[in-house]
Antibody
Framework: EVQLEESGGGLVQPGGSLTLTCAASGFTFSRYTMNWVRQAPGKGLEWVSYIRGAGTSIHYADSVKGRFTISRDNAKNSLYLQMNSLRDEDTAVYYC???????????WGQGTLVTVSS | DVVMTQSPLSLPVTLGQPASISCKSSQGLVYSDGDTYLNWFQQRPGQSPRRLIYKVSNRDPGVPDRFSGSGSGTDFTLKISRVEAEDVGVYYCMQGTHWPVTFGQGTRLEFK
């Protein structure tokens, strides 16, 4: 059974940093493209970042480019999102998702809440 | 960025009746490989999103056949043939053809 479990969320002050982790199980992690998608409280879905299986191709939303870094450790079946220079508008539930049938969103984790506030 | 515009934003429905959601993109969504990367997601209250349809018209495993997707070019539609109680929630379209990936605003399906 495919499982994705995010962790690392919490309360952080503006300008601070946080690293999210997505632990994957139930599939050969290295073979799959992964994405981070976020959802601000009461708002819609916003794509954040993308990384291919070998980590050779990476993309970011303009809203996080230069501040967030996506990475993966295929030996540990883990996906990461390093978030620096956090802003109020980064407050959201962050989901990791696995591609399926060659496109985003086949599987989702339960999400982890990041709150940026002083 | 490709803008995805959904309508309606709120959809009052009656149990057992059909429902339809429109999604229009600001650019064509055919990729160079010939596929059209238009997906539909359902988000029930308090839950993570769930993909229903990928590449316009392909149902994900386990998705009831009352859900169907269609469309081409810049106009796409999600249809529910007979709405059931468990279908309450917000529905999103998403394009993955052009960077960045973009989602529609969401359509809230609720019972009259």
């Amino acid at each position: 059974e495919v499982q994705l479990e995010e962790s690392g969320g919490g309360l952080v002050q503006p300008g601070g940093s946080l690293t999210l982790t997505c632990a994957a199980s139930g599939f050969t992690f290295s073979r799959y493209t992964m994405n981070w998608v976020r959802q601000a409280p009461g708002k819609g879905l916003e794509w954040v970042s993308y990384i291919r299986g070998a980590g050779t191709s990476i993309h970011y939303a303009d809203s996080v480019k230069g501040r967030f870094t996506i990475s993966r450790d295929n030996a540990k079946n883990s996906l990461y999102l390093q978030m620096n220079s956090l802003r109020d508008e980064d407050t959201a539930v962050y989901y990791c998702t696995r591609e399926d049938f060659g496109t985003l969103g086949g599987y989702w984790g339960q999400g982890t809440l990041v709150t940026v506030s002083s | 960025d490709v803008v995805m515009t959904q309508s309606p934003l709120s959809l009052p429905v009656t149990l057992g009746q059909p429902a339809s959601i429109s999604c229009k993109s600001s650019q064509g969504l055919v990729y160079s490989d010939g596929d059209t990367y238009l997906n539909w997601f359902q988000q029930r209250p308090g839950q993570s999103p769930r993909r229903l349809i990928y590449k316009v018209s392909n149902r994900d495993p386990g998705v009831p056949d009352r859900f169907s997707g269609s469309g081409s070019g810049t106009d796409f539609t999600l249809k529910i043939s007979r709405v059931e109680a468990e279908d309450v929630g917000v529905y999103y379209c998403m394009q993955g053809t052009h960077w960045p990936v973009t989602f529609g605003q969401g359509t809230r399906l609720e019972f009259k």
